[in-house]
């Protein structure tokens, strides 16, 4: 029988993952003021080139479409270049790095996005569960401007050029983040997008915009080298999907049918995490997408090393992906081999534009 605990390989299109352990998509924000990644955001990324794939912080991909006050993009040269020797020091280490492509939709603020409205699926605004910088600075949410057709085709040609150039700055592959009230998921959920044309109303066209990104991105890189990020669960900025059987069912017989490389699912196991609270009644959805998708499934939400490796042996999951437990612990495979200690997240540098709670996690053969 196939060993498939946390430390076994992985096969996820052409490449062969040295471990089932995923570093999960984190926003870390050490930028510059033209959203260029630091030069120390190198150095971080090596540290954990011990994931059997790492997945970027998300990063946005056309100016006004940023969630946090600063945040790297990927949209200027500069900025490629500056992902560039993030993922030359994960593959001099032998890892494997795809880029997370984020657009914030109706969560950006236009004061940190160069005076650009933010723009969504309708002209809705949210009343509640702000993040990124509305919550950071204490601000109103913005009204979105209501995309255009013409803007809507454009947006998903900018996705396109944001994978070229996620391929020019060397990344593996991509993750479309489809979750965390970003703009695909403003399409997906009826609470944020009311339109009457082809993109609003039936499922089918709520989920058109993400499938087009999808065949953009696929054709940039090939079916093996996208995966898709989805969070089913998601309250942020009043996000809500009241069915969401229904919407992963649909997605992912459409992700089976393209082959893309993952979905990656964020779904809270732990009922009593304060990050990712379990919303009250809702379905889980993990069962259900692996029934009905024959690629790799990344599972994700509250995760340890036991947790992990029942959902493999269960079957639940191929790969499991850790946030909080990588961002701590810069050499988890590690720890998790020898079952060593673990250190533990300082919330209160998760971000900010500092080296400390950055590149100071202590390895454990380093510090002892
Ligand atoms: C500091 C921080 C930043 C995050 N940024 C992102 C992000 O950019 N994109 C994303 O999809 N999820 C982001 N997340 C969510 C994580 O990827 C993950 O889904 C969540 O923390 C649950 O996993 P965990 O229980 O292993 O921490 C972030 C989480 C943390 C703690």
Do not use: C
Not at 29 to 47: G, S, W
Not at 323 to 352: C, E, I, M, V, W
């Amino acid at each position: 029988m196939e060993n498939k605990d946390l430390l076994s390989p992985l096969k996820l299109g052409d490449l062969t993952l040295k471990n089932r352990i995923i570093m999960s998509p984190m926003t870390r924000t050490r930028v510059n003021n033209r959203d260029v990644l630091l030069p120390i955001a190198a150095e971080y990324y090596r540290q954990r080139a011990g994931a059997g794939l790492i997945i970027s912080e998300a990063t946005y991909i056309t100016p006004g479409g940023k969630v946090r006050t600063s945040q790297p993009g990927i949209f200027t040269k500069e900025q490629v270049t500056a992902w560039k020797k993030v993922t030359d020091a994960v593959h001099a280490e032998g890892g494997f790095i795809f880029a997370q492509l984020a657009h914030s939709g109706r969560s950006a603020i236009p004061e940190y996005n160069d005076g650009l409205p933010a723009v969504a699926p309708s002209a809705l605004i949210f009343d509640s569960g702000a993040h990124g910088s509305v919550a950071e600075k204490g601000l109103e949410p913005a009204i979105p401007k209501a995309l255009t057709l013409d803007e809507i085709k454009n947006l998903i040609e900018t996705y396109r050029q944001a994978g070229q150039n996620a391929k020019e700055a060397g990344f593996d592959g991509v993750e479309l983040h489809a979750g965390n009230a970003g703009l695909v998921e403003q399409f997906l959920h009826g609470v944020s997008n009311i339109r009457s044309d082809q993109y609003g109303g039936s499922l089918e066209n709520r989920a058109r915009f993400l499938l087009e990104v999808i065949d953009a991105l696929i054709s940039v890189f090939g079916k093996d080298k996208v995966g898709l990020r989805l969070s089913p669960h998601d309250r942020l900025s009043d996000q809500h999907d009241p069915d969401p059987i229904a919407t992963t069912t649909f997605l992912t017989k459409e992700m089976t049918k393209r082959g893309i490389a993952y979905i990656n699912l964020l779904e809270p196991h732990n009922k009593f995490d304060d990050y990712i609270p379990y919303p009250e009644g809702d379905p889980e959805t993990l069962e259900n997408v692996r029934k009905q998708f024959s690629g790799v499934i990344i599972a994700n939400g509250g995760y340890d090393k036991a947790s992990g490796n029942e959902a493999l042996e269960n079957n639940k999951a191929d790969a499991i992906a850790f946030a909080r437990l990588f961002l701590a612990n810069p050499d988890l495979p590690h720890r998790f081999k020898h079952d060593l200690p673990l250190n533990q997240p300082d919330r209160s540098t998760y971000y900010g534009n500092s080296e400390t709670g950055y590149l100071d996690y202590p390895f454990w053969e380093k510090a002892n």
